[in-house]
């Protein structure tokens, strides 16, 4: 039998009752288990099991003494209709305390009304200002190591973020042959820049990726190659989710086979304002500065640059209100990149091509009644005006207030 929207109550061989109900009713419908003495019906030595038929969200918690029966139950804001499975015939009914009016159907045993939730107390936070300090690839800040290219599994735990790689002064002859081949362990992202300049043909995933050097590159051995190295785990489509991570080799010349390997490179595995997996909001290193959020320009791929803008912002969080349970998101939309953290903890990793721009703020993670920070770490930015969207806001979704039921017979 369906039912689309209205409930209907069947009854076989005059004592099993059926309820049916709409599939979604039906979800968050809950059933409590109470003494059968509790409405006087001693001589059924069975535990009562009590339906709630409704649209709440939990049966947070139930019980009962003497001739009452309580059960919380947690609902979203707005009206909700409740029918109760009952034995006749309950005296009183309240709702938080209040009486509530209700009506009840003898031959069905069922008690019905109506309750509503209200809004959810909270509002939503814009940030449309923060503070930002701009990194780029200086061996002076961070944990930098040096030496030929290896594995990044041989240095350490996995790292997880964008990892610097540098040559400065790489001397680059023009007798050594005009192309430059870069190799990864695995196939995952990278950005090589040529003395600050993108070179899209190397910047891929590909495991291996050559170009011609470009005809106005320095020869005077002040040339400087950068690489970001995009280490955030394996993909569930990699044949070998076992690959070794980082850049294997760099070479020049005019075939692979021949070409010269540039070696002695220095390997930032952890940026300056990282303390192990989690960030360090009070970073200071250099000052930090204040600037709009949507603000910049938009830029193509080509004009992506070897720096990154860490920016964070603060915002208060009230204390939460008596009986509801409303979680936090961010909402966050920028054309770069980047990596979230609340109060140093990492929450999410943000990807311009989407598609997730809501993030999860867990409640073990905030500090209510006080400041919150929030940092964002922008690749290939020196600004914060690539941030198009920094708002707090309760996440409606799975917002509810705790409602006390109470039937006393």
């Not at 009590?50 to 947690?74: C, H, I, Q």
């Not at 010349?253 to 952890?270: C, F, H, K, M, Y």
């Not at 912002?313 to 990596?339: G, H, I, N, S, V």
């Not at 290939?380 to 006393?408: C, K, M, Q, S, W």
């Amino acid at each position: 039998m369906r039912v689309e929207n209205q409930e209907k109550v069947l009854q076989f061989n005059g004592r099993l009752l059926i309820f049916v109900v709409p599939k979604e009713r039906a979800l968050r419908s809950w059933v409590a288990e109470y003494p059968s003495s509790v409405a006087r019906q001693a001589e059924d030595s069975g535990p009562l099991a009590v339906p709630f038929v409704t649209d709440a969200a939990l049966l947070a918690d139930y019980g009962s003494e003497k001739n009452r029966v309580w059960a919380e139950l947690d609902f979203r804001p707005g009206h909700h209709d409740l029918t109760v499975m009952l034995p006749p015939s309950p005296r009183k009914c309240r709702v938080d305390g209040a009486n509530q009016e209700f009506q009840y159907d003898l031959r069905w045993r069922s008690a019905s009304f109506g309750i509503s939730t209200p809004a959810i107390p909270y509002s939503p936070r814009d940030i449309s200002e923060v503070q930002y300090w701009v990194e780029r690839f200086d061996p002076s800040l961070g944990q930098w190591e040096g030496g030929p290219l290896r594995p990044l599994d041989e240095t350490g735990p996995a790292p997880y973020g964008y990892i610097k790689y540098v040559k400065k002064r790489a001397g680059i002859p023009p007798e050594d042959g005009g192309r430059l081949f870069v190799k990864s362990f695995a196939a995952d992202w990278r950005k090589v820049f040529l003395s600050g300049r993108l070179i899209p043909e190397l910047s891929c995933r590909d495991k291996e990726a050559e170009t011609l050097l470009p005809i106005d590159l320095n020869w005077n051995g002040t040339d400087t190659i950068e690489i970001s190295y995009e280490a955030f785990g394996s993909l569930d489509s990699e044949p070998d989710m076992s690959d070794l991570k980082g850049i294997e080799s760099v070479k020049i010349g005019n075939d692979p086979a021949s070409a010269r390997e540039i070696t002695e490179w220095l390997v930032q595995r952890v940026p300056a304002p990282m303390r192990g997996r989690e960030v360090d909001f009070e970073f200071s290193a250099g000052g930090w500065k204040s600037g709009a959020i949507n603000s910049a320009t938009p830029r193509s791929e080509l004009e992506l640059i070897p720096a990154y803008a860490w920016c964070r912002a603060e915002f208060p969080m009230e204390k939460p209100q008596e009986q509801w349970f409303a979680p936090r998101q961010l909402t966050f939309e920028a054309d770069r990149d980047a990596l979230v953290y609340l109060n140093g903890k990492f929450v999410g990793r943000y990807v311009t091509e989407g598609p997730q721009k809501d993030f999860y703020l867990p409640e073990p993670y905030l500090n209510f009644g006080k400041r919150n920070v929030l940092t964002m770490l922008l690749s290939y930015a020196e600004e914060p005006g690539h941030i198009r969207t920094l708002r707090v806001v309760p996440y409606d979704e799975f917002a509810t207030r705790r409602t006390r039921l109470e039937f006393e017979w």
